[in-house]
């Protein structure tokens, strides 16, 4: 073997080439650095130590991405057989988390597609792993409303889809608010009725950071959305009602408000915004001392706590590996 | 002399120190291509195989440690950090979809946002009520439940210094990790383990103790030096409760990773624990 084709970590940190970059990502995408993947904890890990510890990081940066370019190029998601739990997508992904090279955009939502009607077996736990990475990947190339419309407008499609997803709601409800796309869907009841802690969690991303008035007319959706659900749907709303001040008075008398032409029961008094609390962990986590710290967070979760129902395990589909929630929007 | 021939002296003087071992690592020797022997890069192509042998990577398999310590530390990349935790459920998120993106994040969320991460250290239990370790649940193998702890500090100050008095190569790290300290309290300490020639199989540097002295600690090799020599002490711990762990974010610069210059792919350092071993045997 020539020097020029020889390959190993070292020779690529030294030496680095675009061939030699090629062959070190087809051995990552392939599975041959797998003890390396578990060291570092990911693919994208390990790429960043290779360039951190490269004698040049801009080169070695730059021939990174142009391999990577190439590399999603020629990916065809769909085309490996079990393409769904293919370990290979799993890692291309998680590149494309990482870098978000220009092609990988329209791939990744080309494979969500099939991940969001498909049904994983107990035993496969690889499809909701993918399918998780996939939106996630979605969510690093549209951090906001962006270009290309038509694959933004398909992505918020997607999301959609994922509403009525008792595993996928929360996240898929965060994403949208975070996109200011979150609309009162018929998805949001599907999704109640199939697992009532998902709506005690879902309706604060509805409300988070609304003005009381907006709050007010969010919520009064959501109830027209609701009506004629099962009384233990109702409950659960009423109580999520009143864990934001909300007082959903069901009695014949009660005065009711004109929304969308509907009239629902009147939902106002002491309206408590849902906090926007996806950074609130990291703004609690690091007080001036570690004791502050520590308080604070006690303090915040006591606080979360009695004006939130405590985050509920979601009810775990067959084949899940773990529930995937969210809390608002934010994450 | 190449990897392999290194790796033979390694093998050569683990028969010697851990003779009851000998069978196990000759097995788990079978199992490697000629090709495929440590130092960066390689061995990787074999490790799920590897995986899937009792002998390799087995928490209970060592003699127990006498760590005397306060606590033990332990160093982690930010998405292995995060693979490790379970996380609630505002990171969940971050955790769940096992990506780079979630170390990015996680890093700019609760590291750059937070600030005065650097200087404090934070306990574990404010993001995860449980272990810090892999959760079979979570469709992990329980079998790479094992994690190398040191009782050498590592602080941000000299944190390259000390990660080779850890034996940890300049290619090992990315410029930024999670340092994770134990408190060491009895039942810990009796959970500690000396690592043997198993537990460190696909380590690409890695000295195996004489069991036949009984050390009360497993011996890093400190790279710090032209000549290699005896470095920190080093423990195996299964997962560690949360409530006994504290974390802080270190970073380093690229130039401050050259200082200590070891490379394990690189030439010039193979011939270094080369002789280092020959030195031994």
């Given amino acids: 073997m020539s020097d020029e084709t020889e390959h190993s970590p070292w020779l690529l940190q030294a030496k680095p080439t675009a061939d030699r970059w090629r062959v070190e990502l087809d051995k990552i995408v392939e599975g041959s650095r797998e003890a390396d993947l578990q060291q570092f904890g990911s693919p994208a890990a390990y790429v960043r130590s290779l360039i951190f510890n490269s004698c040049d990081d801009s080169v070695a940066r730059a021939l990174f991405e142009r391999t990577l370019d190439r590399l999603v190029a020629s990916w065809h998601p769909l085309d490996w057989p079990g393409f769904e739990s293919d370990p290979r997508n799993l890692r291309i992904l998680q590149l494309l988390a990482a870098y978000t090279p220009a092609g990988g955009m329209a791939k990744t939502l080309k494979l969500l597609r099939p991940l969001n009607t498909y049904e994983p077996r107990s035993d496969e736990l690889m499809v909701p792993r993918m399918k998780s990475l996939a939106l996630q990947v979605m969510e690093r190339y549209f951090p906001a409303e962006q270009d290309p419309a038509g694959a933004f407008a398909e992505y918020v499609e997607q999301l959609e889809l994922n509403l009525a997803n008792p595993t996928y709601a929360l996240y898929a409800a965060s994403r949208l608010r975070e996109l200011r796309r979150l609309r009162v869907v018929s998805e949001v009841r599907k999704v109640a009725e199939c697992d009532l802690t998902v709506l005690s969690q879902l309706v604060p991303v509805f409300l988070s950071g609304l003005a009381p008035a907006e709050g007010v007319r969010v919520f009064s959706q959501l109830r027209i959305q609701f009506q004629g659900a099962p009384p233990a749907v109702l409950a659960a709303l009423k109580e999520v009602a009143l864990s934001h001040g909300l007082h959903l008075d069901d009695s014949p008398a009660a005065p009711t408000t004109q929304i969308l032409g509907t009239a629902v029961t009147r939902v106002s008094e002491q309206y408590r915004p849902a906090e926007d609390n996806g950074l609130r962990l990291a703004k609690t986590l690091f007080k001036d001392t570690s004791q502050r710290a520590a308080t604070e967070t006690t303090r915040v979760r006591k606080d979360a706590h009695s004006e939130f129902p405590p985050p509920v395990p979601l009810k775990r589909r067959e084949g899940m590996a773990t529930q995937f929630t969210a809390t608002s929007s934010g994450i | ?281």
């Fill in chain 2, 1 to 281: 002399m190449g990897k392999l021939e290194i790796y033979q002296l390694r093998i050569e003087l683990a028969k010697r120190r851990q003779p009851e071992h000998a069978d196990a690592h000759t097995k788990l020797m079978g199992l490697v291509p000629v090709d495929d022997f440590p130092y960066r890069g390689s061995l990787s192509g074999c490790y799920p195989k590897l995986l899937k042998q009792p002998e390799f990577c087995h928490p209970s398999r060592g003699r127990r440690a006498q760590p005397d310590a306060e606590f033990l530390y332990l160093i982690a990349e930010v998405d292995k950090f995060l693979r490790e935790i379970n996380a609630p459920p505002e990171l969940q998120l971050l955790k769940y979809g096992d990506i780079t993106a979630t170390g990015d994040k996680f890093w700019e969320l609760v590291h750059v946002r937070g600030l005065k991460a650097k200087e404090e250290w934070v306990p574990l239990s404010t993001i995860t009520q449980g272990v810090y370790g892999r959760d079979p649940a979570a469709g992990e193998d329980p079998k790479q439940q094992i994690y190398w702890w040191s009782d050498l500090p590592l602080a941000q100050e000299n944190l390259v210094r000390d990660m080779r008095r850890r034996g940890l190569a300049k290619d090992w790290f990315s410029g930024r990790c999670v340092v994770l300290r134990c408190r060491l309290t009895a039942d810990l300490v009796a959970a500690t383990q000396v690592p043997s020639v198993l537990d460190g199989f696909a380590s690409d540097i890695f000295l195996p103790t004489d069991s036949e002295l009984t050390p009360p600690t497993g011996q890093a090799i400190d790279l710090t030096a032209d000549s290699l020599k005896l470095g920190a002490g080093e423990f195996i711990l299964g997962p560690v409760a949360a409530s006994h762990i504290e974390f802080r974010f270190l970073e380093v610069t690229k130039a401050e990773n050259d200082a200590f210059a070891a490379h394990s792919g690189e030439p010039a350092f193979q011939e270094r624990l080369e002789k280092y071993y020959r030195s031994l045997l």
